[in-house]
């Protein structure tokens, strides 16, 4: 079926879409309070990117912190808030996981830590005195106790889907449930680097698929998705293509212009993309290795 989008660069709430160029400020401003079902983004690290000016950390905490009480006001009750970050690397090669020092400011906000979603992926760079980056963190948050969760919809195949209980009341029936299991808190999905169907010219961009399980799981046809740091458009992809509205902004006129392209070709059914579910390649054992090893005649 073929979509069709109502694209505006100022809100409207029967815009499929809105996508403003520029600081995500004024768009939060431009909607109602308790409006949005589901805020999904990945804010600059304050690592030096193309994007953002390194600075220091009280200030790019205060920065956010301002962008996050607005994110708060707009949300709805049952709504849920994910921030998904990495780590933020000093002069000299400290650490600091973004997410350690972004609770306090949400739980200043008074919303309600539900998970600690692990993305776990395979490339980055390789590092030579520590072990190599493989995974960011997601928060997710909600507003009350009482949210919106489609489990159902983000149900992931049984390990071993046929078992059936050997013993006790439920003795013959099925251990598990066969439509699926709940995917857990740790995400093997590939990050979008060099060889990625979605890769374009960001330098950060995530996968439409870490974003689809979001939409599925915590919100509902029709309900309004917002990234305030939109990228290439990324949520809004996730969300348009479940039915969902959404809105964004984001500073850089060429990022705003791919989001732009992807969601034309969302229109045609001609996007590129690397679709929910797909597996994980598993390289056949010993394949990665030049050298071999040889096998060990210790004993
Ligand atoms: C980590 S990237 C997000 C990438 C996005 N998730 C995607 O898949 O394309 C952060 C983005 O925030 C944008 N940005 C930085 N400060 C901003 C601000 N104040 N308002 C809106 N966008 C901003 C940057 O240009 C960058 O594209």
Request: proline share 7%.
């Amino acid at each position: 079926m073929m979509l069709k989008l109502r694209i505006r660069a100022r809100y409207a709430c029967k815009n499929d879409v809105t996508l403003k160029l520029g600081d995500c400020r004024p768009l939060l401003r431009q909607l109602p309070d308790e409006s949005v079902k589901l805020i999904v983004t990945s804010p600059p690290y304050n690592l030096g990117k193309a994007y953002e000016q390194k600075r220091k950390l009280d200030s790019y905490t205060a920065e956010q912190a301002d962008i996050i009480a607005e994110c708060v006001r707009v949300l709805r009750k049952d709504g849920s808030l994910c921030w998904q970050v990495g780590n933020c690397v000093s002069l000299r090669g400290q650490i600091l996981p973004l997410d350690i020092h972004f609770h306090r400011i949400f739980a200043d906000c008074g919303l309600h830590l539900r998970n600690r979603i692990v993305w776990q992926f395979e490339h980055g760079l390789h590092a030579r005195r520590r072990f190599s980056g493989r995974h960011e963190t997601i928060l997710w948050y909600t507003k009350g106790d009482s949210y919106t969760f489609n489990l159902d919809a983000v149900r992931v195949p049984q390990k071993y889907p046929g078992k059936k209980a050997y013993k006790g009341p439920g003795k013959g029936r099925y251990s598990g449930n066969p439509n699926g299991k709940n995917p857990g808190d740790v995400w093997a999905i590939p990050n979008v680097k060099a060889n990625h169907p979605e890769k374009t010219v960001h330098p950060c961009q995530f996968p439409i698929e870490l974003v689809e399980r979001l939409v599925l799981a915590l919100s509902d046809p029709g309900d309004l998705v917002v990234d305030p740091f939109v990228g290439v458009g990324t949520t809004l992809l996730a969300a348009v293509l479940h039915g969902r509205r959404a809105a964004g902004a984001d500073i850089m006129k060429e990022y705003v212009a791919i989001a732009r392209q992807r969601l034309a070709q969302a229109e045609r059914a001609t996007l590129k993309r690397r679709p929910l579910g797909t597996p994980i390649y598993i390289p056949p054992p010993n394949s990665g290795l030049l050298i071999r090893r040889a096998p060990s005649t210790e004993r």
